[in-house]
């Protein structure tokens, strides 16, 4: 068997094992109880919610953050390193594609899962008003999902085509499928002259979209003038937050599908050692921003700017906001300084912890200050006072994270999650550089 | 038969002597349970609109002083012996309440001209019948605008009504009304000459809208006449200029109002991008047919 073949046979879409068929079935259900709660809310109105006059944006913004968040990676990992031809990118490319797709498709979902008439969508549009962020915010989700989806896109065209030549004979279905998404792909001078130049220009242009993106979700409070929110540097705040979320999302799914696909000998020690190296920079210069937003302000802060800091440092929320600093986000850089702590399981463990810690993060962003507002709470119950999301928000919650990670296991099943062409292409030129060097 | 009669009025006194006095005390004490309500009353009357007279309630609970809320006061005009009922008045929640006095001339006055209006309060199962008045003259104060060496001034004369005199020597406080508190123009006071008349310069430069001020002339709480107060309209302000953004394109203005330079780079950039995107997929288009 020849290189090709191994190289095909390796990274070729697998059929799902029991562990898989388990996964996607218990991935189903935390969906239907989700939609479940989702429709109960529908009938019922907001009222399920735990939100209300005072905490009127609650986990489902968090939610719609964070998946914002996540969808950068997209921007940082593919683009960035694309453009700085950083050639070890190449196994880890795809999965980043496939996560920023998935995210920014559920950021769009959650958005309308928090919007109480959801029939009333389209007045966004018929209504929208150029001034508002929550317009910009209305555009520029459409266009980064269809940015992601062309970033992933563009670069499967060969590998269609070499999975519709794989499977003719003993899938045919599939084969034709394939051969559809691969759009009559020969390899020809043309076709790769064009999707290179397409590449290019979508490389350079996802990361002013999504700075953009990242800019916008950010405006979206600092324009609000709440304690905790109006700050001039919490564009950069957001973005430096997404580059960790996506980073650690993107550590942890590899982890994950290097072991379900056996894909050790691709993605190797040596590409989280760089992605080790990429997710202490992120943290590092996340961690600046944070003591930017936080520290600054001790010294400068009004009353109720104070009674904010004291709630996050050491009132109700203080134990969500040491734990997302600490173990979050000091704790991996600590850990990812050494080599040691850039090895795979230590990575997973690492990357697991950021990404938890950065969801929690956007909620402690949204919540406290929606409880600080300048005047103070007055003729409301007592529950009001106070946030915590309800049954019907949580069953929600988890849908959407369950979806997006349907929507990867169903792209890591039918799509090749390291590009098959460009690892042959890769193989090729270090056969050539090789033999140039021993002749 | 006799004899036994006789038993039965000694045993009633007895009863009487031991239940008549309980029960007077108990009554007695229920008086003194009921809390005792303050009535303050102030008679204002502002030149040419209307006369009234502004009612408080208050009682000491908790020793601290509380406005009562919902109590029902009966008006009297009084003279002497003669009574007039004049109608009745409820005070709100705030403890106040005010009462219109439709025509002046309709009250009992005596020879000297004082009018007395009594409010009486009935009691109820909380607080203790109640009762006050106030006594008062009536008064006029005729006040005019004009300019004079091109400095602006407000004159303003004050006279018994019942006697057709002047006043001297009354304390006349000269304001101009504002949204809140008024602003007080003039010397600090202003006492009214032989003729019952004060003359206050108005300052130049005082907003107003479309340059009018209206300045009031105020007699405050005078034992004779209570409060009178007489408004003018000047045109002696300076014309408030309105800095209205309603109509020009702001960033908190409608959506037909964008301003110009979102409109452009907003679209520009969407334009841009959606742009770029129909071009990439063409290309996917044109890799399919080559």
Redesign the interface.
């Given at each position: 068997m020849n290189d090709h073949k191994i190289i095909i046979r390796d990274l070729k879409p697998k059929k799902f094992g029991k562990r898989d068929t388990i996964w996607t079935i218990s991935l189903i259900v935390i969906i239907v109880a989700g939609v479940i709660a989702y429709i109960d809310q529908l009938i019922k109105g907001q009222e399920v919610t735990n939100m209300r006059d005072y905490a009127l944006w609650g986990i489902y913004i968090s939610n719609f953050v964070f998946f914002v968040a996540t969808s950068f990676v997209g921007s940082v990992t593919v683009a960035i390193l694309r453009l700085t031809n950083n050639n070890w990118r190449t196994p880890i490319v795809r999965i980043a594609e496939i996560i920023s797709l998935a995210a920014i498709i559920m950021a769009g979902i959650t958005i309308m899962i928090d919007m109480a008439r959801p029939d009333r969508l389209l007045n966004l549009f018929i209504?929208?008003?150029?001034?508002s962020p929550i317009t910009?915010d209305v555009?520029i989700i459409p266009?980064y999902i269809?940015?992601s989806l062309?970033l992933l896109?563009?670069p499967l065209?060969p590998d269609f085509a070499i999975l519709k030549k794989h499977f003719k004979k003993k899938k045919p279905k599939l084969s034709k499928l394939y051969g559809k998404l691969a759009?009559?792909?020969t390899g020809?001078k043309?076709?790769k002259a064009?999707?290179e130049?397409?590449i290019k220009?979508?490389a350079i242009?996802i990361i002013p979209?999504g700075i953009?993106l990242q800019t916008i979700d950010a405006w979206l409070f600092s324009t609000t003038y709440r304690i905790g929110w109006d700050s001039s540097s919490l564009a950069p705040y957001f973005i430096s937050g997404a580059f960790v979320a996506g980073v650690g999302a993107l550590v942890t799914l590899i982890y994950i599908i290097r072991k379900a696909k056996k894909l050790e000998e691709y993605i190797t020690d040596f590409h989280f050692d760089k992605l080790g190296k990429f997710l202490a920079l992120a943290c590092m210069i996340y961690l600046y921003f944070n003591i930017n937003e936080y520290v600054m302000p001790l010294f400068t802060a009004k009353e109720g700017e104070v009674d904010h800091l004291n709630e996050l440092f050491t009132g109700s929320y203080s134990i969500g906001f040491w734990l997302v600093t600490i173990i979050g986000l000091i704790l991996p850089i600590i850990i990812l300084l050494f080599k040691k702590g850039r090895k795979p399981k230590v990575m997973f463990y690492v990357g697991l912890a950021v990404v938890i810690g950065s969801w929690w993060k956007r909620f402690i962003i949204v919540t406290p200050t929606l409880l600080h507002p300048f005047l103070p709470i007055q003729g409301v119950p007592e529950s009001w006072r106070h946030y915590f999301p309800s049954l019907h928000e949580w069953l929600i919650t988890f849908a959407t994270l369950a979806m997006a990670f349907l929507i990867i296991t169903v792209c890591v099943r039918y799509l090749p999650v390291i590009p098959i062409q460009r690892t042959i292409d890769e193989l090729e030129a270090s056969k050539t550089n090789t033999k140039n060097t021993s002749s | 038969m006799k004899n036994l009669n006789l038993r039965h009025v000694v045993i009633l006194v007895l009863l009487s002597a031991f239940i008549i006095p309980s029960l007077c005390q108990k009554l007695e004490a229920q008086n003194s349970d009921k809390i005792k309500i303050r009535i303050k009353a102030n008679y204002t009357k502002v030149i040419g609109e209307s006369s009234y007279i502004d009612i408080t309630t208050s009682a000491r609970i908790d020793k601290r002083n509380t406005n009562i809320a919902n109590i029902n006061l009966t008006v009297f005009s009084e003279n002497d012996d003669d009574e007039l009922e004049l109608g009745e008045t409820i005070t709100d929640h705030d403890g106040k309440s005010r009462f219109i006095i439709k025509d002046l001339n309709k009250l009992l006055k005596d020879t000297l001209g004082f009018y007395t209006l009594s409010f009486k309060f009935k009691g109820n199962d909380i607080y203790n019948k109640a009762s006050n008045d106030v006594v008062f003259k009536d008064a006029n104060i005729e006040a005019k605008s004009f300019t004079k060496d091109s400095i602006n001034y407000v004159s303003a004369t004050i006279k018994d009504v019942f006697l057709d005199s002047l006043l001297a020597e009354k304390l006349l406080n000269v304001n101009v009304k504002r949204l809140f508190k008024s602003l007080p123009i003039g010397e600090e006071f202003n006492y009214t000459d032989e003729s019952g008349t004060i003359l206050v310069p108005v300052e130049e430069g005082i907003p107003g809208i479309d340059g009018n001020l209206v300045v009031e002339v105020i007699l405050s709480d005078s034992d004779d006449y209570g409060t009178v107060k007489a408004l003018v309209n000047t045109p002696f302000g300076k014309p408030v200029v309105f800095d209205d953004t309603f109509d020009k394109r702001?960033?908190?203005?409608?959506?037909d109002k964008?301003?110009i330079f979102?409109?452009i780079f907003?679209?520009l950039?969407?334009f841009t991008?959606?742009g770029?995107?129909i071009?990439?997929?063409i290309?996917?288009f044109?890799?399919?047919?080559?």
């Open positions: 209504h929208a008003r150029l001034q910009w555009v266009s269809v940015i062309l896109y563009f065209l759009l009559n792909w020809s043309a076709q064009l999707q130049k397409s220009i979508i242009m979209v953009l | 702001t960033l908190w203005s409608s959506r964008t301003p979102i409109l907003a679209n950039l969407i991008i959606w770029i995107f071009y990439l997929i290309n996917l044109k890799i399919k047919k080559s």
